[in-house]
């Protein structure tokens, strides 16, 4: 089965400062495909490059078997390749509706952002009671709730998500994971990068371990879980 999206020999950095060397990986549609790797590791560089946010210096970037490492970021939108950046990024100052009114600025978006809108809103109850109040004054899960449906609405074909649960309490966090398989129900496929390992691999159905710029382990979820490799680097035994 040919893949979805398809990382060929990456390489990129910021200047002079290389820190992927060589990536390689693939996404399946309607899966969810994990990245893991402890800080430092080159997760979000990878996926701001997939993004278009940096520069293919060297390899492939290919969406549906077209290459699309030339492509601008916006361009990279319309065409279904959406990032959740880590940290959110929610605009404090408008307000939920408006930030998830945003996410649909692309033009095949834009045609059905009424439709996507009440979906985004089933999903996530708590944004709909939220929809007048001001971004910047939710809390922590609630921007990232928002974030996950401010993605949705631009109606992506694959699904970025980086650090989805980073700053989060356990609670919130554990909620944030069990609503993610949910999001293929879009029709979408999603790419995760992570550091709770545990629970990423529950939900994966393959994952990729970056170590230094490079790719290490790979496999489905459960093998990476049940890898000694694995356990003794990220799961404490």
Same mark, same amino acid.
């Given at each position: 089965?040919?893949?979805?999206?398809?990382?060929?020999? @990456?390489?990129?950095?910021?200047?002079?400062?290389?820190?992927?060397?060589?990536?390689?990986?693939?996404?399946?549609?309607?899966?969810?495909?994990?990245?893991?790797?402890?800080?430092?590791?080159?997760?979000?560089?990878?996926?701001?490059?997939?993004?278009? #946010?940096?520069?293919?210096?060297?390899?492939?970037?290919?969406?549906?078997?077209?290459?699309?490492?030339?492509?601008?970021?916006?361009?990279?939108?319309?065409?279904?390749?959406?990032?959740?950046?880590?940290?959110?990024?929610?605009?404090?100052?408008?307000?939920?509706?408006?930030?998830?009114? @945003?996410?649909?600025?692309?033009?095949?978006?834009?045609?059905?952002?009424?439709?996507?809108?009440?979906?985004?809103?089933?999903?996530?109850?708590?944004?709909?009671?939220?929809?007048?109040?001001?971004?910047?004054? @939710?809390?922590?899960?609630?921007?990232?709730? #928002?974030?996950?449906?401010?993605?949705?609405?631009?109606? %992506?074909?694959?699904?970025?998500?980086?650090?989805?649960?980073?700053?989060?309490?356990?609670?919130?966090?554990?909620?944030?994971?069990?609503?993610? %398989?949910?999001?293929?129900?879009?029709?979408?496929?999603?790419?995760?990068?992570?550091?709770?390992?545990?629970?990423? #691999?529950?939900?994966?159905?393959?994952?990729?371990?970056?170590?230094?710029?490079?790719?290490?382990?790979?496999?489905?979820?459960?093998?990476?879980?049940?890898?000694?490799?694995?356990?003794?680097?990220?799961?404490?035994?």
């Amino acid at each position: 089965m040919t893949a979805l999206l398809e990382i060929n020999d @990456l390489g990129t950095g910021y200047g002079d400062v290389k820190v992927l060397h060589g990536v390689s990986i693939a996404l399946e549609k309607g899966k969810v495909t994990a990245v893991l790797g402890a800080n430092g590791a080159g997760k979000t560089t990878l996926f701001r490059t997939i993004a278009g #946010l940096l520069p293919c210096m060297s390899g492939r970037v290919r969406f549906q078997g077209e290459d699309i490492g030339v492509l601008a970021s916006h361009k990279r939108v319309e065409k279904g390749v959406v990032l959740v950046p880590e940290g959110r990024l929610v605009f404090p100052d408008l307000t939920v509706a408006e930030n998830l009114r @945003l996410g649909a600025i692309n033009v095949r978006a834009r045609a059905h952002s009424d439709d996507t809108l009440k979906t985004v809103m089933a999903l996530f109850p708590r944004l709909e009671e939220r929809k007048s109040q001001y971004a910047g004054t @939710l809390s922590g899960g609630e921007q990232q709730m #928002l974030a996950l449906g401010r993605g949705l609405m631009a109606m %992506p074909r694959v699904l970025l998500l980086d650090e989805p649960t980073l700053g989060l309490a356990p609670g919130i966090a554990k909620q944030i994971f069990s609503t993610i %398989p949910e999001l293929l129900d879009f029709g979408l496929s999603i790419l995760i990068a992570e550091q709770d390992v545990r629970s990423t #691999l529950k939900i994966a159905d393959y994952g990729y371990v970056l170590e230094n710029g490079l790719v290490g382990i790979t496999g489905d979820g459960e093998s990476l879980v049940r890898s000694p490799l694995v356990a003794q680097a990220f799961l404490g035994h």
